[in-house]
T-cell receptor, first 113, second 116 residues
Framework: DQQVKQNSPSLSVQEGRISILNCDYTNSMFDYFLWYKKYPAEGPTFLISISSIKDKNEDGRFTVFLNKSAKHLSLHIVPSQPGDSAVYFC????????????FGTGTRLLVSP | GAGVSQSPSNKVTEKGKDVELRCDPISGHTALYWYRQRLGQGLEFLIYFQGNSAPDKSGLPSDRFSAERTGESVSTLTIQRTQQEDSAVYLC??????????????FGQGTRLTVV
């Protein structure tokens, strides 16, 4: 049962344009959503998060939008840079008890100069 | 060290042999995760330790897989009688524990396991 889904395995964007990475989830009880970025041969690193009580969180070039009614979130990168090329994972968490992070399958972003 | 450390970084083993992968979490982190990423696939949850609670083993793919953690320190993931489909990058992560943002996970660089 895949509770967190990233339906686009890859995305190609030109430098300077907007990158939009999408994530869908099935469990309405999730309290927080996180995005991780992974370069080849490295472990994933935390990028940005959003609480389920918010609909937007912004950090520099990165903005995450949450649509709870649609159980959908997206990560916007503006402007995209070649160094943003990586695999992006969406993750979700229920913040009660000992709850583990549930990850999506990832989207590979390629930003071309 | 300051981050999550995994060893070995690479492991090549013959089919049928047992392997042991090690993870040293960040000091003070009570939660520890093991994930694996097969080539071209996403992050697959294997097991989750939180303090002294019983681990969540729901992601272990078969009884050939087991993991242990000593208190809130080192964890080892053991794969017995390895198969070629076990080839993957095995990632360990740790977090402070309960209550966001303490649940933010910090990952190690992973162990690339190749079964030949």
């Amino acid at each position: 049962d895949q509770q967190v889904k990233q339906n686009s395995p890859s995305l190609s964007v030109q430098e300077g344009r907007i990158s939009i990475l999408n994530c869908d989830y099935t469990n309405s009880m999730f309290d927080y959503f996180l995005w991780y970025k992974k370069y080849p041969a490295e472990g994933p690193t935390f990028l940005i998060s959003i609480s389920s009580i918010k609909d937007k969180n912004e950090d520099g070039r990165f903005t995450v939008f949450l649509n709870k009614s649609a159980k959908h979130l997206s990560l916007h990168i503006v402007p995209s840079q070649p160094g943003d090329s990586a695999v992006y994972f969406c993750a979700a968490l229920r913040d009660t008890g000992f709850q583990k992070l549930v990850f999506g399958t990832g989207t590979r972003l390629l930003v071309s100069p | 060290g300051a981050g999550v450390s995994q060893s070995p970084s690479n492991k090549v083993t013959e089919k049928g042999k047992d392997v042991e992968l090690r993870c040293d979490p960040i000091s003070g982190h009570t939660a520890l995760y093991w994930y694996r990423q097969r080539l071209g696939q996403g992050l697959e949850f294997l097991i989750y330790f939180q303090g002294n609670s019983a681990p969540d083993k729901s992601g272990l793919p078969s009884d050939r897989f087991s993991a242990e953690r000593t208190g809130e320190s080192v964890s080892t993931l053991t794969i017995q009688r390895t198969q070629q489909e076990d080839s993957a990058v095995y990632l360990c992560a740790s977090s402070l524990g309960q209550g966001f943002p303490n649940t933010e996970a910090f990952f190690g660089q992973g162990t690339r396991l190749t079964v030949v």
